[in-house]
């Protein structure tokens, strides 16, 4: 399934470039080779047979800016620029760096040429007009395949930023599979997994409970649910190390991983720092009011990824063994059902509004703060603390589990390189701007505004590209809008599906995914619907 969702971000992404580079280049949207009239108001006398660089102020007005472009710009441009005349070469060059805000045909040429706050070209006639200014044609340099330019420099990026990610796993993967390994030798990991046996034992049957594996992801999950997320992926890395030994077929996902990787892309977070650091920064007048509506949208991604990975996880079905898998997974399916519509009815009779409505929104950022703080301190002493209790010897044995670390950190590039790069061209080829067009109708329908499907669309993609879209819907809607609510509760209701699959599956060379994905993407889309239909039902249309 990754491997055709994998191709598909590809050719999806190129093709979309690549038609769109047609329809330009036979519009000629970029005006190659055409002049547009400017003048120039030079910062010292200047002399247009004299060899030099000048420093100057380029103004274009509004009217021959959108006379040119076929846009519509408020105000006339006024911006700092480099001339060089060199008449030996029978020249006169402009330069542009942009800074504050850049009209939107130049923003695109900028970005296609590889840095995004510059552009040049050439000056086809200069008539003074005084000693310190002149008008100008200007011949800006030749545009094309820009969609083309932007898939390259984007897979060269992100194929860089994978590597960069990997690499900064290093440290934090020897930190906590140290601290783990001394926990390991004392036996807390095993006292952990006991006291929680009765909730694993119904969610992986197939781990025996005392096996290493409970314990790590045991300890995934909490790390996710505290929002302490430098800890929960090196857990959740030695848990899929652990689950494979287990693994008959090394090469292929276990049912006991998909279920576990159905829970990590769920993202249940009690406390989503992020998206309130974020709408905190924005000037939020209650940055924690989406604890709740996340909650809840994220409980409702879990309920289903879990129900998925289980049902999923008994197909295909043999002729006439439909009557035994159900009376197997019959119960199960129930109780989901059960626990499903109850978290309905909780939220839907605003209980938790009112309880999180009852605690300030001082209080709440005070307890972030407190958790963040506290949280990775208190574990790293407590867990060293029990090995030196129990005789461990724990510098010895924290070693030999940070040695794990970086061969972990260092196996997961190649994986993390290949869905990233995809991801990379995908958005820069365009793909992502057709593909919510084709899904506004249904965003319509559910009552979700257009302005929100682009982070909806990019969460389970990109950590990083859905925090900045997010910043950027607040900075235009306001954090405590409507559409500012539910953003931040998207971030907090899923996860980054891909990024998971990849960085997990590859820590242990997992090629056959299964039902992985389609189960960590009904969670993804449970996740959003629940987010909107909460968000609407406590906030309506701010």
Known sequence: MLNYVWLALLFLGIGAALSTDIINQSSNKYRNNQILPAEIVFSTPFDADKDTTYDVQLNISAKNYNAFYKENIPEDISLPARVTINNQEQKKVFYIKFSGIIPGTWKEMAEGTGKEDDLSGNIVSLKPMSANAAVAGLVFEEISFLGLRK????????????????????????????????????????????????????????????????????????????????????????????????????????????TFLAINTAGMTLIPASAIAIRAASGSSDPAMIIGTALFGSTCATIVGLTAARVLGSFPLKIGNFGSWLSRNGKSIFITFIAAVFVFLLFFSGIVSAVFASVSAETFKGIIQVVSTVAIPFLIIFFIGFGAVKKVKVYEKFVEGAKEGFNVAVRIIPFLVAMLVAIGIFRAGGAMDWLIYVLRPVTDFIGMPAEALPMALMRPLSGSGSLGIMAEIMAVHGPDSFIGILVSTFYGSTETTFYVLAVYFGSVNIRNTRHALPAGLMADIAGILAATFIVRLLYGAL
């Open 151 to 258: 898939v390259t420099n984007s897979a060269l990026d992100y194929a860089g930023i994978a590597v960069e990610i990997s690499l900064g796993l290093i440290g934090i993967m020897a930190l906590w599979l140290g601290v783990m390994k001394v926990a390991e030798e004392a036996g807390l990991i095993r006292i952990i997994a006991r006291l929680l046996r009765p909730v694993t034992k119904k969610l992986f049957p197939d781990v025996p409970s005392d096996h290493p594996a409970m314990g790590s992801m045991i300890m995934n999950i909490s790390a996710n649910m505290l929002g302490l997320g430098n800890a929960a992926t090196p857990f959740g890395l030695k848990a899929m190390e652990e689950l494979n030994t287990l693994n008959p077929e090394k090469d292929t996902a276990t049912n006991a991983m998909i």
